[in-house]
T-cell receptor
Framework: QKEVEQDPGPLSVPEGAIVSLNCTYSNSAFQYFMWYRQYSRKGPELLMYTYSSGNKEDGRFTAQVDKSSKYISLFIRDSQPSDSATYLCASFNAGNMLTFGGGTRLMVKP | DAGVTQSPTHLIKTRGQQVTLRCSPK?????VSWYQQALGQGPQFIFQYYEEEERQRGNFPDRFSGHQFPNYSSELNVNALLLGDSALYLC?????????????FGPGTRLTVL
């Protein structure tokens, strides 16, 4: 079993829709949870991170962590075609080592 | 600020050959991590360098080795290449050794092994 699991998609939504991206993890020692966005043929770009359980909002993006169920979510409001990318959830393992999920490909259609 | 830079952008090698990939960290960053991202997969941690020493290592064979130079730049070497080594190799840099060090990724080097 992978430590961080994601549905690979693709997830296709119309422009303006609310998008929900989700991950589950198995390692109870994880404390920090990150969301990265990766455009085709580019390196991952950090969107936001959260510590422990709770919500964090940044513009159209909201990250949510539920440690009791080991569930990580990213919500995108008013989705735009420019949001089309692969979204990777990740968590810190020992030190600065990131453990990534497999990524979910999102397509926002105009 | 140039951010994290990697070279070359693309590389084609044949099985059994050796390859060296290079990374220059973001200004002010002294820690460099390397990741392998196979097509359609998330990145997998290879190893991390700090103060010119390997600090952590993921589940990769000894064919994968690295080096960090005094200016914090880094190299990833892969010996005896296998077809399965074809992937995007990402370098990430981060500042310091404590706290929630966020890692900034370079654009990657795409390695194709024929």
């Amino acid at each position: 079993q992978k430590e961080v699991e994601q549905d690979p998609g693709p997830l296709s939504v119309p422009e303006g829709a609310i998008v929900s991206l989700n991950c589950t993890y198995s390692n109870s020692a994880f404390q920090y949870f990150m969301w990265y966005r990766q455009y085709s043929r580019k390196g991952p770009e950090l969107l936001m991170y959260t510590y422990s359980s709770g919500n964090k909002e940044d513009g159209r993006f909201t990250a949510q962590v539920d440690k009791s169920s080991k569930y990580i979510s990213l919500f995108i409001r008013d989705s735009q075609p420019s949001d089309s990318a692969t979204y990777l959830c990740a968590s810190f393992n020992a030190g600065n080592m990131l453990t990534f999920g497999g990524g979910t490909r999102l397509m926002v259609k105009p | 600020d140039a951010g994290v830079t990697q070279s070359p952008t693309h590389l084609i090698k044949t099985r059994g050959q050796q390859v060296t990939l290079r990374c220059s960290p973001k200004s002010g960053h002294d820690t460099v991590s390397w990741y392998q991202q196979a097509l359609g997969q998330g990145p997998q941690f290879i190893f991390q360098y700090y103060e010119e020493e390997e600090r952590q290592r993921g589940n990769f064979p000894d064919r994968f080795s690295g080096h960090q130079f005094p200016n914090y730049s880094s190299e990833l070497n892969v010996n005896a290449l296998l077809l399965g080594d074809s992937a995007l190799y990402l370098c990430a840099s981060s500042p310091g050794t404590s706290g929630i060090d966020t890692q900034y990724f370079g654009p990657g080097t795409r390695l194709t092994v024929l």
